[in-house]
């Protein structure tokens, strides 16, 4: 299991986007983040299964964590409007549409676990039931019940396919309760006592402000930490929640940032904001490197000039220079706080960092 | 200069599109090609030169020709029905149109030439007046007149700056005439009598057949080959065009077959048509590389599986991928020619590859 802090790029269809596997190792990552419910409907879970797994597939031998498909399949339904008030979901699974084709899928606990085992990813996590956010408290409520027997069920089947297909995949458990202390804490207590290998907040950054994502974690952050089992904060990881989260205990983040961020244009960086578009004018003639600061093969190569130049092109060549600097600037980053922490001098670091 | 074959690939923006300059050294290429008019439409020849030029500019220590801008001017401008019958030439110079934000601008043969300097690629090539394809023999002279004249302004202004600049580059001279058998021989006699050092051949692969290509040429490569100078033809690269034309004693092409193949997902291979489609539904669980028999770094690492499902996905990787391929894939077979040239076995080298 991940024992160190470690940000989690993502790979949502088996390819951090425009990186290679051999981009990757070069950068630091050791672990990126697959999107079940992608893969599932595309090139399909029994495809990678055939072809000997994810890591096999995309030419990786670092670690893989896939999710449980449940987020997608609640999120997507809903921006598309086709789950209307949840309706699609029962105790059994959730009934959800295909965006590549419209077809029609569902998915249950043991489901999931199925395909994650198809995958066969390092680290798998249990189904649960995301309420939306913002949410009434009784239809949280409801979507946690189901998220703990969910999990239940998870875990059996998780059991069962390790000992049938003789690996041993990790899962972690998730925790949810939206923004509700008491709900949270209920939750906290039943994940943190079943067998799970992990413990996965989840349900955050999920448009709520970020004072009440430190308030959700901070509520259930002792009785996790008494697991001594590793903890990861689903889709979060900006540059300071990496300080605050780190700091606090957190094992590991998953997060699109430096990679969306790369395909937009732009560029992560010490200055204020810790981050400037690359389509600035002024940078039109600038022969500096992206961060002056940064050591990464683009910092290295490449002036903001010529990154501009391409891309306002629309050169694909400029997503890329763009998307491996962030990630280098990402896992620098990582690779600091972990020495910071261990040289007890966490505190100056981020001090440097934030000003605070 | 030249003088091995080469094959050159194209780089329109100062990319050779999703590559890095590291890339194309781990390829194996020599040298590519840029665009005059796209560059100094977009980021300005004044920017590059400002920056070092191109090299610098793309971070690449190998060489680098750059075309005159004439080809780009015509072709784009026509494709738009804003030259109705070539109505902004004048003897003088081309008015166009930039095809990025309709601004006009104005080439003469010094212009094109102050350009290519100010990009400062190692191979320039003179500015000429490539007639459409087909067109009237009385048209085709008219133009082959003009093309001779900027020859020898374009010669001019290329000596003055070279010796201002005192910097070393070398003009290509560009034989025209269309089909016609007299205006290209009148061409070709003209521009070999001229201090060129090298010389290249226009206004061919413009939508005439391969057998009036391949006729066109046969008619003036006797000429151009007692001047010992390095022959480019314009715009050509198709795997039998390498074996015809090379096996002539042309020493390189440019093409921009192997990138556009693969952007378009086409895979390069030995098989029948020498290229597969990747979106193959056969390929969807293959896990063999592109082309079993290349040793390029995608077929040692990724499948036909992955990259399918890249390409379906329409992830940025599958355009790399392919592209990385394609490009080895020529290179090598530009290296197999030169390397059956030098031991008398082309003949057996092409008979293999064409069956004839």
Same mark, same amino acid.
Request: aromatic residues 10%; positive net charge; hydrophobic residues 35%.
């Given at each position: 299991?991940?024992?160190?802090?470690?940000?989690?790029?993502?790979?949502?269809?088996?390819?951090?986007?425009?990186?290679?596997?051999?981009?990757?190792?070069?950068?630091?990552?050791?672990?990126?983040?697959?999107?079940?419910?992608?893969?599932?409907?595309?090139?399909? @879970?029994?495809?990678?299964?055939?072809?000997?797994?994810?890591? !096999?597939?995309?030419?990786?031998?670092?670690?893989?964590?896939?999710?449980?498909?449940?987020?997608?399949? =609640?999120?997507?339904?809903?921006?598309?409007?086709?789950?209307?008030?949840?309706? /699609?979901?029962?105790?059994?699974?959730?009934?959800?549409?295909?965006?590549?084709?419209?077809? /029609?899928?569902?998915?249950?606990?043991?489901?999931?676990?199925?395909?994650?085992?198809?995958?066969?990813?390092?680290?798998?996590?249990?189904? @649960?039931?995301?309420?939306?956010?913002?949410?009434?408290?009784?239809?949280?409520?409801?979507?946690?019940?189901?998220?703990?027997?969910?999990?239940?069920?998870?875990? *059996?089947?998780?059991?069962?396919?390790?000992?049938?297909?003789?690996? &041993?995949?990790?899962?972690?458990?998730?925790?949810?309760?939206?923004?509700?202390? @008491?709900?949270?804490?209920?939750?906290?207590?039943?994940?943190? @006592?079943?067998?799970?290998?992990?413990?996965?907040?989840?349900?955050?950054?999920?448009?709520?402000?970020?004072?009440?994502?430190?308030?959700?974690?901070?509520?259930?952050?002792?009785?996790?930490?008494?697991?001594? !089992?590793?903890?990861? +904060?689903?889709?979060?990881?900006?540059?300071?929640?990496?300080?605050?989260?780190?700091?606090?205990?957190?094992?590991?983040?998953?997060?699109?940032?430096?990679?969306?961020?790369?395909?937009?244009?732009? *560029?992560?960086?010490?200055?204020?904001? =810790?981050?400037?578009?690359?389509? &600035?004018?002024?940078?039109?003639?600038?022969?500096?490197?992206?961060?002056?600061?940064?050591?990464?093969?683009?910092?290295?190569?490449?002036?903001?000039?010529?990154?501009?130049? +391409?891309? !306002?092109?629309?050169?694909?060549?400029?997503?890329?220079?763009?998307?491996?600097?962030?990630?280098?600037?990402?896992?620098?980053?990582?690779?600091?706080?972990?020495?910071?922490?261990?040289?007890?001098?966490?505190?100056?670091?981020?001090?440097?960092?934030?000003?605070?």
């Amino acid at each position: 299991m991940l024992s160190q802090p470690t940000f989690i790029p993502v790979g949502t269809q088996a390819t951090v986007k425009s990186l290679t596997s051999e981009d990757l190792k070069t950068i630091g990552v050791e672990i990126f983040f697959c999107n079940t419910y992608h893969l599932y409907l595309r090139p399909g @879970d029994q495809v990678i299964r055939r072809l000997g797994g994810l890591h !096999k597939f995309t030419h990786w031998n670092g670690k893989i964590i896939t999710d449980s498909g449940g987020f997608q399949v =609640f999120s997507l339904n809903q921006e598309r409007g086709i789950i209307g008030k949840l309706s /699609k979901i029962s105790d059994n699974g959730v009934e959800f549409t295909s965006h590549i084709d419209g077809s /029609k899928h569902f998915f249950t606990p043991e489901k999931s676990i199925q395909i994650q085992h198809n995958l066969a990813a390092d680290y798998l996590v249990a189904f @649960d039931d995301c309420a939306p956010y913002p949410a009434k408290k009784e239809d949280v409520r409801e979507a946690l019940g189901r998220t703990h027997r969910w999990a239940l069920r998870s875990l *059996a089947e998780h059991q069962k396919l390790n000992r049938k297909l003789h690996q &041993n995949l990790k899962l972690y458990g998730v925790i949810q309760g939206g923004c509700f202390k @008491d709900l949270r804490q209920e939750s906290a207590k039943f994940i943190c @006592d079943q067998n799970f290998d992990g413990i996965a907040i989840g349900g955050i950054s999920v448009g709520e402000s970020k004072e009440k994502m430190r308030q959700v974690v901070d509520w259930i952050l002792p009785t996790i930490l008494k697991t001594k !089992k590793p903890i990861h +904060l689903l889709g979060v990881g900006e540059i300071d929640d990496l300080f605050h989260f780190f700091g606090q205990g957190i094992t590991s983040m998953d997060c699109t940032l430096p990679t969306r961020l790369g395909r937009a244009g732009y *560029a992560l960086s010490r200055q204020a904001g =810790f981050k400037f578009k690359i389509s &600035n004018l002024r940078l039109k003639s600038d022969s500096a490197p992206l961060d002056p600061d940064c050591h990464c093969y683009v910092c290295q190569n490449y002036s903001r000039a010529y990154i501009h130049h +391409l891309f !306002k092109a629309q050169e694909l060549l400029s997503y890329r220079l763009l998307t491996y600097h962030n990630l280098s600037f990402m896992i620098n980053l990582q690779n600091q706080i972990r020495k910071a922490l261990k040289n007890g001098t966490f505190l100056q670091l981020k001090r440097e960092w934030l000003g605070c």
